[in-house]
């Protein structure tokens, strides 16, 4: 039996909807168009061994990145379900070199675009390591009823009106944000729907979990190797050490430390001074999931939702997680931000 307590995706956003008696349901229905493409992306995941979806497909993106053949199912599926429903009016994609602007009269009269990575963490795929979806949603600048410009694309995270994040692993949960708080969804296979599971989730505002690649330690700064350094400690301040979890999958990182606490960290190096990770498909929305739930996002001087994008793949370092890490963190920055 079916109960009743429990309120579908759908549902959720309805009544969610309700309370703002101005909504027109555009947001809603964009949200249940992502769901489905989840759905689909999810089916292949879990049979990616029986089929022909494993390894790359010879191609190479935009970041030049080997792009795997599941990446590409998985843009494919977005761009097509938010591309035939009446709530999208363009995307971008972290595979994609341009953005794709969806110009029909439907999409045209759409207040909302979407950007996001299709396959997060898609470099463990052929080991059988959790990989998730990361999105968000924008109300567009230009004026419905035109063509969008990039203009509708660069702008800074403050002004998402939604994001999220979807996790294919032991279970396959949807957690999305809006200004109104973050809730989880857990897929049910046997209705095939997302069922909340996970209501009003508040990021801890302390942790025991610190997420970094250990392997660029060395070129880090200073800064950072020393709270690399705290982390390890025990001391009376923290009451560290911490336990140190890393798997290369970011969204899987984050999530556990927006349930549990912690704080995930990818700073520049000498290879990469301004940063590996994309601010538009994946500091964003990220940063505006944590900081609705009560954490902080920075790059280690600014505020990632403050950041003025001026190119679609701009990258940036990213430091993110439960508040009193984050000022912990901070501190150590502060004295080299001075110098």
């Known amino acids: 039996m079916v109960n009743r307590k429990v309120f579908t995706l759908d549902e959720f956003t309805l009544r969610e909807m309700r309370a703002f008696p101005q909504a027109t349901g555009e947001l809603a229905g964009l949200l249940r168009d992502v769901g489905l493409a989840a759905k689909r992306v999810n089916v292949e995941v879990n049979k990616a061994g029986l089929v022909d979806i494993l390894g790359d497909t ?6 030049g990145e080997e792009v795997k053949k599941l990446d590409a199912f998985a ?16 995307i971008a994609s972290e595979e994609l070199d341009d953005v794709v602007i969806f110009d029909n009269d439907i999409s045209k009269s759409s207040k909302y675009i979407c950007m996001f990575d299709p396959l997060d963490g898609s470099a463990n795929i052929d080991v059988n390591v959790s990989i998730g979806t990361i999105f968000s949603v924008y109300r567009r600048v230009t004026e419905t009823g035109t063509s969008l410009t990039i203009k509708d694309f660069l702008q800074p995270g403050m002004r998402q009106v939604a994001a999220g994040y979807i996790i294919y692993g032991s279970s396959t949960i949807l957690v999305y944000a809006t200004k109104r708080g973050v809730n989880g969804f857990t897929l049910d296979p046997s209705i095939g729907e997302f069922c909340l599971s996970h209501p009003d989730i508040r990021c801890p505002q302390n942790g025991k979990m610190y997420s ?5 330690f060395f070129q880090y700064t200073d800064a950072v190797k020393k709270y690399i350094d705290i982390c390890q400690k025990k001391n009376k301040t923290n009451g560290g050490p911490y336990t140190q979890r890393y798997i290369g999958s970011m969204v899987s990182d984050v999530h556990r430390n927006l ?13 990469k001074p301004k940063g590996k990770l994309r601010l538009l498909y994946e500091c964003n929305p990220l940063a505006y999931i944590v900081e609705v739930a009560g954490g902080k996002a920075t790059d280690g001087k600014q505020r990632i939702l403050e950041k003025q994008p001026t190119e679609l793949h701009e990258r940036t370092p990213l430091f993110i997680g439960s508040a009193t890490m984050m000022a912990e963190l901070e501190d150590c920055l502060a004295n080299e931000n001075e110098h």
Do not use: E, R
Not at 58 to 63: A, L, R, T
Not at 82 to 87: C, P, R, V
Not at 212 to 216: A, D, L, P, R, S
Not at 261 to 271: K, N, R, S
């Open 58 to 63: 010879g191609d190479v993106n935009v970041q």
């Open 75 to 90: 843009n494919d599926q977005l761009i097509g379900v938010l591309q035939h429903g009446i709530s999208c009016a363009g």
């Open 212 to 216: 970094v690649n250990h392997g660029n």
């Open 259 to 271: 349930i549990k606490g912690g704080i995930f960290m990818y700073p520049a190096t000498d290879a």
